[in-house]
């Protein structure tokens, strides 16, 4: 083998070729191309309002309040509010999300004009405009051509981004597929009436019928259930985006967290949603609390619904261990750990024995350590280190005379000092490799750059132990 190895390319040393070049990515390239509204301030705040949004969000559930005050709830309107809130909501999460916005199931005409219906009496829009925005948020999540970026705060992502007249337009995203849909057409034609309809008339209607609480029935099942089933849908926009962790991926803001899967009808595992939106499920496992995917699995099982797109587990399971893999790595990084082969001083025999008449120096597994801080901590007994001080003791440390524990290696290895010079071959024998580095987590290009082996030293140097 030669001795003289070509250098090898490495990064530039020059301070000024490894400045970053500028990201431009199709974001950054339309934030600087097009223009926003300016910032909204005191002075331009009421002309800066959406009346129409302010009214259905802020001045209906004052209505609700005193309306509520005002009428005696019976149980069987406070069950039939629970279900109409169930059952809009529901045309929100299953229909205007799982199924419209990102397509992740195939439902018969039935179950698109059930869901149609059922989410008009949302009120929070048609489908196509719904959708439209949830695909730019989607596709931009936490930069501004996000609609409801959660970078703008909570109350912003919550509900600021309704009541606010936009700064900018959502960034560009497809829903051709959706202009084609009959249901869709339909439901954006009707839209107004279907709202009357569906929001106020039928909770004010089947009460009435029911049991003659017509007045019940607008306030609990009409008024006050759309206050709920609109938090409760958007606190996926603001609450999925802030309260939680991120088992799939931390590149964006999206969490997960069972308190948002109460608040939203099984949305709430947003980070997992998020890495996988054309699944038709949220949660992926069984105990989870996600009744829109039982939902949509119910409709499959009676033949309404079909092709549930599930993204492969095997991938799945990479995100998630990719994630655990940065955990330990932190961990990892934040233990002391052995000085690498490469950072001693290569030590021959003779010096050893020299510098051990001096201080209580041992060697096991071609390391030299110093062990005068553990002498009288021995488990053993300190006269087992005095009579090897200046001696191998590698046999009589791997069962010779005791069979070590791995936190006994583990140990023994933070007290290095010195690499006797052809004393073994590193790398090879587990008996130099510590048990906790046997296996480590390594960057890619810490695998790939030439300093991360450990390799031996080639030159023989003769060193002071430090
Ligand atoms: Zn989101
Ligand atoms: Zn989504």
Redesign the pocket.
Known sequence: MSSISPRRAGPPTDASSVAAPEVDNFVSHTLKTTKALPPITWSNFSKNLNWLNVFILCVTPFIGMFGAYHTKLRWETALFSVFYYYFTGLGITAGY?RLW??RSYNAGKFLQYFLAIAGAGAVEGSIKWWSRG?RA??RYTDTELDPYNAGEGFWYSHIGWMLLKPRRKPGVADVSDLSKNEVVRWQHKYYISLILLMSFAVPTIIPWLGWNDAKGGYVYAGIIRLLFVHHSTFCVNSLAHWLGDSPFDDKHSPRDHLITALCTIGEGYHNF??QF?MDYRNAIKWYQYDPTKWFIWVCQKLGLASHLKVFPDNEVRKGQLTMQLKRLRETQESLAWPSDSNDLPVISWESYIEQSAKRPLILISGFIHDVASFIDEHPGGAHWIIKYIGKDATTAFFGGVYDHSNAAHNLLAMKRVGVLHGGFQQGIDDKSIPPSQRLKIARYAELSSPGASSAAHSDYEEGMLG
């Open positions: 999300h916005a990102h949830h948020h989607h949603h998020h939106p």
